[in-house]
């Protein structure tokens, strides 16, 4: 059984980039697996932010593409999210998730 666990600001200034860690109790690294992220903003639906595979390789959301960058450190099992010019409605709830697996989330909160 895999654990995933979410690390980061709870509070991020409207502009400003928004930097996300998971850190996973395995490798990242095995075959095949996915490690994304998602986001459920208050009083919405879950969003797929994107993913990073074991290769290396990074897909994301058309709609956040020009704005994400998923990155890992295989060193340290760690998968991080990065999204720039945040605004208010970047305020989420955000998850690590690999097949059936989430970490229990972080709470994000944009605003000055």
């Known amino acids: 059984q895999v654990q995933l666990q979410e690390s980061g600001p709870g509070l991020v200034k409207p502009s400003q980039t928004l930097s996300l860690t998971c850190t996973v109790s395995?490798?990242?690294?095995?075959?095949?697996?996915?490690w994304s992220w998602i986001r459920q903003p208050p009083g919405k639906g879950l969003e797929w932010i994107g993913r990073i595979r074991y290769s290396g390789s990074a897909d994301y959301s058309p709609s956040l593409k020009s704005r994400t960058s998923i990155s890992r450190d295989t060193t340290k099992s760690q998968i991080t999210l990065q999204l720039s010019s945040v605004t208010p409605e970047d305020t989420a709830v955000y998850y690590c998730?690999?097949?059936?697996?989430w970490g229990q989330g972080t709470q994000v909160t944009v605003s000055s």
């Open positions: 395995a490798s990242i690294t095995t075959n095949y697996y996915f």
């Open positions: 998730v690999r097949d059936t697996y």
